[in-house]
């Protein structure tokens, strides 16, 4: 399975739940990440280099990606981080509009905000709260997740 999620510049949302996806998934889960508005090899922002460090995960390595369609088309599943990702996604591909979801839409939270607020620009707590909300995020949906992909495999 391939995962894909995005944000607007790839530099903190996207790269930051595509690292804690590939740290809290299993394995045989591909997972990518890409910006709407990415400037290609842009790195990750310093600050969220450092909050993934705190939790063990290096995104020092990390170079921003746009959005290609081909991305959209080869993703199993594609998770956006707010409402108006997710349109511009739907418009840029409408025949694959049915692999496209809002995280907050698949994480099994209570009273969470429809969109991940962007940390660009903010000092460490907007990183680390951030952060933490694409961890809680994740996490809550780990086991669902793992149990469709373990059902693919199956059929496959």
Request: glycine share 8%.
């Amino acid at each position: 399975m391939k995962l894909l999620f995005v944000c607007t510049g790839n530099t903190c949302r996207s790269p930051m739940a595509a690292a804690l996806a590939s740290h809290i998934f299993a394995s045989d889960i591909v997972v990518e990440s890409a910006g709407i508005d990415a400037f290609e090899g842009e790195s990750a922002s310093p600050p969220a280099i450092a909050v993934m460090e705190r939790r063990g995960i290096d995104l020092s390595g990390h170079c921003a990606k746009r959005l290609t369609m081909e991305m959209v088309g080869d993703a199993d599943m594609i998770v956006t981080m707010t409402t108006a990702q997710q349109a511009l996604v739907w418009r840029l591909g409408p025949e694959f509009a049915d692999k496209v979801y809002l995280l907050s839409e698949i994480a099994v939270l209570e009273d969470m905000a429809a969109n991940i607020s962007d940390p660009w620009g903010g000092g460490m707590d907007r990183y680390e709260e951030c952060a933490a909300l694409l961890e809680k995020c994740l996490r809550s949906m780990a086991p669902n997740f793992e149990e469709a992909c373990e059902e693919d495999l199956e059929e496959g």
